[in-house]
């Protein structure tokens, strides 16, 4: 089981910037809880997320020796990625590319078509660098936006993807209009027709749905999971009411009650939790 916690998604919508030195010690503890994977920051213009200007400040307090946590990058283009790859400490860079041709506008200022082959010269840069690529299906489970959307579009879009290599994609409900049923059917449609590839979900909910989505995910199959303690979190770039990530401790909660093993160190969990308010609204 991987959890992949996601401050950087938590953040970036906040309208008060959180102080450098909050984020440093916060992402700290974060690394102690021993999360698979942490999305801790992007490497985008600071114009269109002020929030994540000081990324590479941040990265250059992150402790993590002894610790088994990755570091993951949000980049939207081949400067991102140049400017990524210059730091060992990274493992991951993560790419958002949109099944909605109005939502990859609205988040890259790039068609679908041009997204692609933005996408195809970072997975080049990722290989001679040692660097794994991410790429984050946005709007993988329909769109408000009114744009095409069924199951064989996902399916054409993985194929392309794998085409060029990509092993990991996470399945991405950026507005949270995903349901379990669509969450649970297109999980094993995409993992029985490709195999190989590594599927997770970054899932948005309100709490009162979350558990319900988290199950569906598991049932099909999903052992990726990405989401941001307390729930925070939503996508600046869509013009929709934040719909907030998975709250991280519902899902570990769901684990436990079905004897799922999730190696993480409980402790640094609870101190995580309740630095939260703070990092998250200035309390």
């Known amino acids: 089981m991987k959890i992949i916690e996601c401050p950087r998604d938590a953040m970036q919508g906040l309208h008060e910037y959180v102080p450098t030195e909050d984020k440093i010690e916060y992402i ?10 942490i999305d801790f920051g992007s490497f985008v213009s600071p114009k269109a997320i002020p929030q994540m200007q000081d990324t590479q400040e941040v ?9 088994n946590t990755k570091l993951l990058a949000i980049i939207a283009n ?21 099944l909605s041709e109005t939502f990859q506008r609205k ?4 068609s679908i078509v041009e997204a692609m082959e933005e996408l195809a010269i970072i997975q080049n840069i990722c290989l001679e660098h040692n660097k794994t690529l991410v790429t984050y299906l946005s709007m993988g489970f329909g769109n408000p936006y009114g744009d095409p959307y069924e199951s064989n579009l996902v399916l054409d879009m993985i194929e392309k993807l794998k085409q060029l290599g990509i092993g990991i994609i996470s399945l991405a409900d950026t507005v949270g209009v995903s349901t379990p049923d669509n969450i649970k059917s297109l999980f094993q449609v995409v993992t029985a027709n490709f195999e190989g590839i590594e599927f997770g979900v970054h899932l948005h909910s309100d709490r009162d749905t979350a558990m319900s989505k988290i199950a569906a995910a598991y049932k099909a199959g999903c052992r990726r999971f990405d989401g941001a303690i307390n729930g925070f979190g939503g996508c600046p770039m869509a013009n929709d009411k934040l719909v907030g990530n998975i709250a991280t401790e519902l899902m570990l909660e769901y684990f436990e009650e079905r004897n799922v093993s999730v190696n993480y160190d409980k ?3 609870s101190k995580a939790l309740n630095m939260a308010p703070k990092v998250f609204l200035g309390r």
């Open 107 to 110: 988040n890259t200022n790039k």
């Open 267 to 269: 402790k640094a969990l």
């Open 59 to 67: 990265l250059s307090h992150l402790d993590l020796k002894g610790s």
């Open 28 to 37: 700290n503890q974060l690394i102690k809880v021993g999360f698979d994977t």
């Open 78 to 98: 081949e400067r991102g990625a140049h400017d990524a790859i210059a730091f060992p400490s990274i493992s991951y860079l993560g790419f958002p590319l949109s």
